[in-house]
């Protein structure tokens, strides 16, 4: 089913008509009741918790909880500062509940050491801890010591608080009826900090957020000092000059536990599959809501891989899905005109997704019946083409039919070549990952995932395959496969695969950003990487044989994108994309993190006729 914008708007007009007016920044003050708390866990540390208690909860009107465990503080802190909103969205908040703030072991006020990803704990003794341990201990003790509690527990979050939410489903605990995880991380290995093992040289800054313990209690951020201050506007500048990625871990987180965690270990090894949470997401028997955006660059992987655990794995479960056109969480705030980057794809689409999809949601399991269905979609996906959302009984949609688009001379078509195409690739000379040298100075990477990609093609560096102009509307829905039959010179080498939608020349967009040209614009659509030393094992590297024809094969994410008549499809390749990516010495080594200079090695590289790319295309 498809719901047009322009009825979407009309909803709103419609629906905001009857809801209460937006509340003012004295709404939580006037309407809650704070209390701050050590909760105890079953090892004996002491996670600290603010409460927010609805003043009118009574024996005769018990509300339940909605509760976010966090690792980025649930400031202010003092039972007299309060927040001015609390909640996933206002017309939650609006609605009241008893909202729960946690900061996790080893964060902020909490007691214990922080650890990413904590490992799970399958065989759990009564000693054994882990995040679906403090979840159900901080749970147990909500339901038994808050007064007038209707019994029923959901939570939520966004990002890491996704994950604590994501893995927090498996406390099992009887109470929790409703999770809602929320561009969450489901393995390392392929969200954030890698993509199918290379390392993300966007996330650079970010590492004194993750890998810095604190000493002490603390009520803010201990690990600022250690952050790295802009110089220039031109952020290519800072990570030309730092070298390679061993030189820039020397000069800035030689003492950074988790960037060091990272350089040690380029391989799937025992530190990496103990962090993947997929393997035990087994058996969920409540209500569950994953959330994502189509282009978010940090955690994409997350909700498609959760969502399609859950449903493999635990038949009893109400299991949903949403993916929107946002960027990391995007969702959750609401900017009228909605772009992503330059491209225009509605109007109040984030409000749509509070009022009509996250509010029915909570209301429903924690304030109605709970063993009854919620009437919300399976899955609710944006068409990031035909800008639109879509509904669908089952995902990937049972109508998609894979289709293989060929590789060869320049074009994608739908039958094998016999040749090859082939490009020169140093490493000291990398594709750019996007031509905005001001993105480069971000906390993390944005704007990439639906940027023009003209200053790439043409490149000698970058293979181009592109189709004739549509004759009619073709809608890709699901999981997307690069097939690639490769040859390289080298020992080792990256495959970037970029999946983008040409518009016409005389395109002309219903809204438009200031000084963006928009005919032939070349909308990435999807994107990834793939180191070839990877491709038969995540575990065990594998060094290429030079001048052997290999198979490469790896997913890219999922899309719902509709090109439209008039436009064409368009693929590139590249062994370099840099800053986004740390660059491959493409010379293999037992790790790559530290090599040098002296071990880049410069490359021709063989793509043969009867590489694909394979998509689902909607009947």
Known sequence: ?????????????????SQNTPPTDSFVKDNFIKKEMYIPMRDGTKLFTAIYIPKDISNKNKYPFLMQRTCYSIAPYGENEYKTKIGPNQYLMNDKYIFVFQ????????????????????????????????????????????????????????SYPGFYTAVGILAEHPALVA??????????????????????????????????????????????????????????????????????????????????????????????QKRGLLPHLKNVNHAVMTVGGWFDAEDLSGPLNIYKTIEKTSPKAKNTIVMGPFSHGGWGREEGKHFHNQIYFGDSIATYYQKNIET?????????NTKQDA????????????????????????????????????TLKKSAGQGSSEYYSDPNNPVLSSDNLKDFNGF??????????????????????????????????GEIMAKLNIASTSTDADFAVKLIDVYPEDFK???KKEGVIYGNY??????????????NSREKAEALVPNQKTDVNFRLQDVVHTFKKGHKIQIQISSTWFPLFAINAQKFMDNPNFATKEDYTKAFIKVFDDSAIEVEVLK
């Open 522 to 535: 070349h909308q990435m659509v999807r994107s990834e990487i793939m180191p070839a030393k990877f491709r």
């Open 375 to 410: 009437g919300l979609p399976e899955a609710l996906m944006y068409d990031t083409g035909a800008k639109q959302w879509r509904e669908f009984t089952t995902y990937p949609p049972k109508e998609g039919q894979k289709v293989n688009f060929y590789l060869a001379n320049g």
């Open 179 to 272: 999770s809602s995880p929320q561009a969450p991380i489901s393995d390392f290995w392929n969200d954030d900090f890698l993509h199918n093992g290379r390392f993300m040289l966007g996330y650079f800054k970010t590492f004194p957020v993750f890998g810095v313990q604190k000493t002490k209690a603390e009520n803010k951020a201990w690990y600022s000092d250690s952050m790295i201050k802009p110089t220039s506007e031109d952020g290519l500048k800072f990570y030309r000059d730092m070298g390679t990625l061993k030189d820039g871990y020397e000069k800035y987180y030689k003492d950074n536990f988790f960037m060091t965690e990272i350089m040690n270990h380029p391989n799937y090894d025992e530190f990496w």
């Open 103 to 158: 900061d996790v072991r080893g964060r902020y006020m909490s007691e214990g050491t922080f650890t990413n990803m904590t490992p799970q704990v399958d065989h759990k003794t009564k000693k054994d801890v882990d995040e679906s341990t403090d979840t159900y201990d901080t749970i147990d003790w909500l339901i038994k010591n808050i007064k007038d509690n209707n019994g029923k527990v959901g939570q939520y979050g966004t």
């Open 509 to 511: 967009p219903v809204e």
């Open 444 to 477: 993390t990477p944005r704007n990439y995932m639906s940027e023009d990609q003209r200053f790439a093609e043409g490149r000698p560096d970058v293979l181009t395959f592109t189709t004739d102009v549509l004759t009619d509307d073709m809608t890709f829905a």
């Open 1 to 17: 089913m498809k719901i047009p914008i322009s009825i979407v708007c009309i909803l709103f007009f419609i629906i905001g008509k």
């Open 360 to 368: 029915k949601f909570f209301n429903h399991y924690l304030k109605g």
